[in-house]
């Protein structure tokens, strides 16, 4: 059977790039750029200086993109996937500037936050890094994406995800924690190296703890110090010793800017992402004393297009991926002493419930990744106090980084966790008012199934067995075989009934078959 071919754009706003890419996509491994045009700015040293683009930047920025509407409209191009990362999500007038993108050149633009910009990049990494399984096999790596605004990190082994955490310390926030004066003085890079120390000291346990000796670079600057190390190397990674990069560090004499401009041939501003970016590498590899380093050429850019790919052509591993934000949930529930089975039993009635509903539940299919992350997730802050834990798994999910799961996803399911067991939220209720229409409604509906599926294995003796459930009219009919009283589990669901039926407007009934 021939593959369905998809022909689209991807535009990515970036700090130091605003880029467009025409792409022919039929598979993974069938991807052909059809054509590619890069412009370099300076509107990421702008935002990270003044929290704000200005208007003349932003002028600038519609121009740009102008003449990319024009050169897709003369591809005759229909299909446009539009993104914008570090620098239109730390902007202060970020909806402005997203508003006149639309009125000026037709762009309708994602802003990614921090944990889905990772979580793009690694799509397309991930498949390398198994294409590549001779180089990697079943050893633990640390996969290192670092933004101009965060650094990522995510633990890695034979296709697992092993961890996965976020710090607030990226190429250009790192310079922007030094005045101007300080990045002159001869004691600069001994002062980044010392900054960067103590903002990843909380990371090393974990890594110790997987026991990573090999690291996965990616990105232009790990494809610069590729360039550099190994020149003329045509593969698709390079590998290089943590000595020998340690070496090429010590070589700068103190690494700055200027001797990065000298040395590497790249301009100003790419100097002064690149000269952090080392320094962040370099503490890594001498802090945790990590073998070697694998550079990958992928990009953010190709990452992207190649998920949006993956996604018009409803591949397998999309599904794939969110398994692995799942088990991911499953080892932090873990961590905080979530009783396993119980979790595994409820997320496994809450499932039931949502595809029994079918098209009368009015949510998307995303809204089940986040049912289930409620579920696993819902008893994690009984692990900090009995009397009153629902709040703090609710703190506990808004401040743990779930793969792929965006800040306003992840206050749902925080939500979730949070009301499944208290009563009907209100409007002077503040973890509500902080949710807008769309949260709500969804929050809602997840709440009242997740009370339901919790209601069915209260007291956490898995005393039912075989359930099944079917929608007829307005009734959702419950059934399960039980061997022992379950008046307990009988009292519960009736209560639980209430917001399930406000919600809606479907009666559950709970019978035994």
């Excluded at 639309?102 to 990494?125: C, N, P, S, W």
């Excluded at 067991?421 to 509500?432: I, L």
């Excluded at 003796?461 to 359930?467: F, N, R, T, Y």
Aim: with cysteine; charged share 25%; proline share 2%.
């Amino acid at each position: 059977m021939k593959k369905q071919r998809f022909t689209y754009g991807v535009v990515h706003i970036g700090s130091v790039h605003t880029s467009l890419i025409i792409v022919s996509f039929a598979a993974l491994d069938e991807v052909e750029v059809i054509e590619r045009v890069r412009k370099e700015t300076e509107f990421g040293e702008e935002v990270f200086r003044h929290g704000r683009l200005s208007f003349g930047s932003i002028r600038e920025l519609c121009r740009i993109l102008a003449g990319f509407r024009q050169l897709l409209d003369d591809y005759g191009i229909e299909k446009v996937f539009a993104i914008g990362t570090s620098v239109l999500r730390e902007a202060e007038n970020r909806l402005g500037i997203l508003d006149q993108i639309r009125i000026r050149t037709g762009f309708a633009v994602e802003v990614a936050d921090m944990t889905q910009e990772i979580y793009y990049k690694f799509f397309a990494l991930s498949h390398e890094l198994l294409e590549n399984a001779e180089n990697f096999g079943e050893k633990p790596v640390l996969l290192m994406d670092i933004t101009s605004s965060g650094l990522g990190l995510t633990g890695w082994q034979a296709g697992k995800l092993l961890f996965q955490q976020n710090v607030a310390s990226g190429s250009l926030s790192i310079l922007e924690h030094f005045s101007e004066k300080e990045r002159e003085s001869l004691t600069f890079p001994s002062a980044v190296r010392d900054y960067i120390h103590a903002t990843l000291s909380p990371l090393w346990p974990s890594i110790e703890q997987h026991a990573i000796r090999h690291l996965v670079l990616s990105g232009l600057e790990a494809r610069t110090v590729a360039s550099l190390l190994a020149p003329g190397s045509t593969e698709p990674h390079t590998f290089v010793h943590g000595e020998d990069f340690l070496r090429f560090l010590d070589s700068f004499a103190g690494l700055t800017p200027q001797k990065l401009m000298k040395r590497c041939a790249v301009t100003e501003s790419r100097a002064n992402l690149l000269m952090p970016t080392l320094l962040l590498y370099g503490e890594v590899v001498r802090t945790t004393r990590v073998k070697g380093m694998f550079l990958m050429s992928t990009t953010f850019l190709k990452s992207y297009s190649i998920y949006r790919g993956a996604q018009m052509a409803g591949l397998p591993c999309l599904a794939e991926q969110e398994e692995r934000t799942v088990q991911l949930a499953r080892t932090t529930a873990e961590k905080y002493g979530s009783t396993q089975d119980h979790c595994a039993r409820v997320e496994q009635a809450a499932a039931l419930l949502f595809h029994a509903l079918g098209s009368a539940h009015g949510l998307s299919p995303r809204a089940l990744l986040l049912l289930r992350l409620g579920a696993i997730l819902h008893e994690t802050g009984k692990f900090i106090n009995l009397r009153h834990y629902s709040r703090y798994s609710h703190q506990i999910i808004r401040g743990t980084d779930f793969f792929g799961v965006s800040d306003a996803e992840k206050e749902i399911v925080a939500s979730i966790a949070y009301y499944y067991n208290r009563e009907n939220p209100g409007s002077k209720d503040e973890h509500y008012a902080r949710l807008s229409h769309e949260q709500r409604i969804t929050m809602l509906k997840l709440c009242a199934i997740l009370r339901l599926a919790d209601a069915l294995d209260q007291g956490h003796s898995g005393k039912i067995s075989h359930l099944s459930a079917e929608l007829s009219k307005e009734e959702l009919c419950v059934r399960f075989e039980a061997e022992h009283d379950v008046s307990l589990i009988r009292w519960t669901f009736a209560r639980a009934a209430a917001l399930f039926r406000e919600v809606f407007g479907i009666e559950p009934v709970l019978r035994k078959s």
